[in-house]
């Protein structure tokens, strides 16, 4: 009695693992680039929080709290995302406060992306004698 395979299967296996390889890959790569906007954004707020408290301090100005955010930054992911910070007086909690806002591109492709794509706004207390 003689078999009959309807399909011939001789050389799928190698054609299978290119397909689920290069989808895994895909995937791997998309987590990590998910991962790597998230600690970006989380190094960018986190610098803006710094700022804005530095820039509440008594013996301190509003541009000394920008330069402090740059500054970390600048150190932590690079100067293209220090770019564009402003800090001013606010009372949006209800007395004086300083609010730093942060605008960077959110990592698209590695570290690139595209400009003022991520917005974050920290704000601090201002500190008074009294």
């Keep these: ?16 693992f290119v397909l689920v390889g290069a989808l ?9 680039q998910f991962g790597l906007a ?4 989380n190094v960018v707020h986190d610098a803006a929080v710094e700022g804005a408290y530095h820039a509440a301090l008594a013996d301190t100005s509003l541009e000394d709290g920008a330069r402090r955010t740059r500054e ?7 100067e293209e995302y220090a770019a ?5 007086e606010t009372d949006a909690l209800g007395h004086a406060s300083v609010e730093v806002t942060v605008r960077a591109m959110l990592p698209l492709v590695g570290l690139l992306g595209a400009p003022r794509t ?3 706004t920290a704000r601090a207390p201002v500190e008074s004698f009294g």
């Design 24 to 32: 895994l890959t895909v995937l791997t790569l998309g987590v990590l």
């Design 84 to 88: 564009d910070i402003d800090v001013r």
């Design 118 to 120: 991520m917005e974050v």
């Design 1 to 16: 009695m003689r078999v009959h395979r309807p399909l011939d299967e001789e050389g799928s296996s190698p054609v299978e």
């Design 72 to 78: 970390i930054v600048a150190r932590t992911v690079g």
């Design 38 to 41: 998230v600690y970006v954004r």
